[in-house]
Nanobody, 124 residues
């Protein structure tokens, strides 16, 4: 059993930054691959960033490379997404997910736990 919960969303102007946080309740959190996904209105959920259990293998969608950075703190059961140089097309609900069998962090079918999401809106 486990739960994840996101926080840190909001409304910002283009070019600004936001930091999303995700807290997880799994006692074996350190074993999970963690991922950030997003879903814009009328679109499917898409992969944004992921990080392996050890933190040494982050992955990013091409659309956010160089602007977003994912990190984790296994001692605190936390995952973060630092989002810089935000664009209006980054507007979406952002979800945190946890995958114990995270061989492919871009496959959402492998994620066991999801949060409720946090809204990010970027104005031009």
């Amino acid at each position: 059993q486990g739960e994840v919960a996101e926080s840190g969303g909001g409304l910002v102007q283009a070019g600004n930054s936001l930091r999303l946080s995700c807290t997880a309740s799994m006692t074996t959190f350190r074993l999970y691959t963690m991922g950030w996904w997003r879903q814009a209105p009328g679109k499917e959920r898409e992969f944004v960033a992921g990080i392996s259990w050890s933190g040494d293998r982050p992955g990013y969608a091409d659309s956010v490379k160089g602007r977003f950075a994912i990190s984790r703190d296994n001692a605190k059961n936390m995952v973060y997404l630092q989002m810089n140089s935000l664009k209006p097309e980054d507007t979406a609900v952002y979800y945190c997910g946890a995958s114990l069998y995270g061989a492919d962090m871009t496959n959402q079918e492998l994620y066991e736990f999801w949060g409720q999401g946090t809204q990010v809106a970027v104005s031009s």
